[in-house]
């Protein structure tokens, strides 16, 4: 088979790319749209040929651009006897269930405005909604296009259907395709040909030999966005630790080179956002009666080594976490009273704690997050954070006001060993030391949590 790389791929083939987007479905099971980018007569589409033949998949072929309306994939309108229209789904389309197959939409910008817009809703759901038809889970949808920027007449394509998909410029690799020439009788001419004139250009401009491109078009980098939907996409085909060459095809061919980037070095950094159940983790008591709470050591190690703006970042993120954790729960009420307080409900006793010991700004902007997304909760964490502000003032503990020395940063998982009171934050006095126990309110462990 011939084997197409990119730079962008780093010997990423489009065999190797088609496997590993097939074995990532989304939850619902269908598979990303792969759209693959490249001058015409580079062999896209007898790569992804090759690929079904290979893999024993059935292929159907579309060609948008011989689709003047959008009928030949949506359906034609027909009136039935009530005088209701509806649409008659097309034979060729794959139906079984149990069968495994590529839907090859081939030069997918070569369609006109209106299939384009009917084509929206097979690339973005794998469905047509007008005659019920779904794409069965065996089934993907490789596309191939041809760059605008290389000359070719082409439609645009806008932002929406461009964060549909996984684009990817395969390019070529030369020592591959020599030895594919030479197996396949290639005269030595032809290949010597290709070589020597590959990177030259014509008088107009153009390349002697095309050899396709190697990078995404640039329309294309300025409309791809990190979006929730991409954002999806990218959690079903990551896996932690996996090759470097296919993490930068994925990620750039879903997120876009400057988020992709900023993706993969958010990867290689020790800091990360505290997890909810860190925020809302019981705390232990220790043998001088103090509660030890999961998160002290990482939010003295923020305050104390990151800039403002990467300590904000982080606790946002920690704070958005832990918000989602309460969605997902409802107040309790107070059995005795009958009332829904902060007596019966710990996690708004827990997170009141942590956001008292944020900086000021920090826990300003939460309480509003709370506010707008978990607001039956917004009640009782004020209350909560009220509380233990006016504790940690009367102990001289606020953290806005007096901020403990911070040890060098170890990683938010660093255990908390803490023999005495001042070795907690080394060269910190020891009344600056919050020792409040963690339910404001005396309440026995574990209720309302």
């Not at 081939?106 to 794998?126: F, I, K, Q, S, T």
């Not at 829904?340 to 997050?369: E, H, I, T, Y």
Request: net charge negative; aromatic share 8%.
């Amino acid at each position: 088979m011939v084997r197409f790389f990119g730079k962008e791929g780093a010997h990423v083939s489009i065999e190797e790319l088609l496997d590993w987007v097939r074995a990532h479905p989304l939850r619902d099971g269908r598979i990303i749209p792969v759209l693959l980018w490249g001058g015409a007569g580079i062999g896209k589409t007898s790569q992804v040929k090759a690929y079904c033949a290979e893999r024993d998949l059935e292929i159907i072929t579309y060609h948008p651009s011989h689709d003047q309306d959008g009928g030949a994939i949506v359906g034609q309108p027909v009136v039935d006897e009530n005088g209701q229209t509806t649409y008659a789904l097309p034979d060729w389309l794959p139906k079984d269930e149990d069968s495994r197959g590529v839907l090859f939409i081939d030069e997918l910008n070569r369609a006109n405005p209106d299939v384009l817009a009917g084509l929206m809703e097979v690339l973005g759901e794998g469905t047509i909604s007008q005659s019920g038809w779904k794409l069965p889970e065996g089934w993907q949808i490789v596309c191939a296009a041809n760059p605008r920027e290389a000359g070719y007449h082409v439609n645009e394509l806008d932002e929406a259907m461009v964060n549909r998909m996984l684009h990817y410029a395969p390019g070529w690799d030369a020592p591959e395709w020599v030895e594919w020439a030479e197996s396949s009788g290639v005269a030595d001419e032809v290949v010597d040909f290709a070589l020597r004139f590959r990177d030259q250009k014509s008088r107009g401009g153009r390349p002697v030999v095309d050899v396709g491109e190697e990078q995404l078009p640039k329309e294309m980098l300025e409309k791809m966005r990190c979006t929730p939907r991409t954002l999806e996409y990218l959690a079903a085909v990551f896996e932690p630790g996996m090759e470097e060459g296919m993490l930068r095809v994925i990620s750039e061919g879903l997120l876009g080179r400057d988020s992709a980037q900023a993706f993969r070095e958010s990867l290689q950094s020790a800091l990360r956002p505290l997890r909810a159940e860190e925020i809302f983790q019981v705390p232990e008591e220790d043998e001088y009666g103090r509660y030890l709470y999961a998160y002290d050591h990482t939010l003295a190690q923020w305050q104390g080594n990151l800039t403002g703006q990467e300590y904000q970042k982080l606790v946002a993120a920690s704070i958005d976490r832990a918000i989602a954790y309460l969605r997902g729960r409802q107040p309790k009420q107070n059995r005795k009273t009958g009332q829904v307080d902060v007596k019966a409900n710990l996690p708004a006793q827990l997170f009141g704690r942590f956001l008292a010991m944020l900086q000021p700004g920090s826990r300003d902007s939460a309480l509003m997050a709370v506010e707008r997304s978990a607001p039956k909760w917004h009640p009782l964490v004020q209350e909560a954070y009220q509380i233990w502000t006016r504790k940690f003032a009367q102990q001289g503990a606020l953290m806005g006001s007096q901020q403990p020395a911070a040890p060098v940063y170890g990683g938010p998982q660093a255990p908390m060993q803490v023999p005495g009171p001042a070795q907690q934050y080394p060269g910190a006095p020891a009344q600056q030391i919050p020792t409040v126990p963690p339910h404001s309110h005396q309440l026995p462990r574990g209720r309302g949590a």
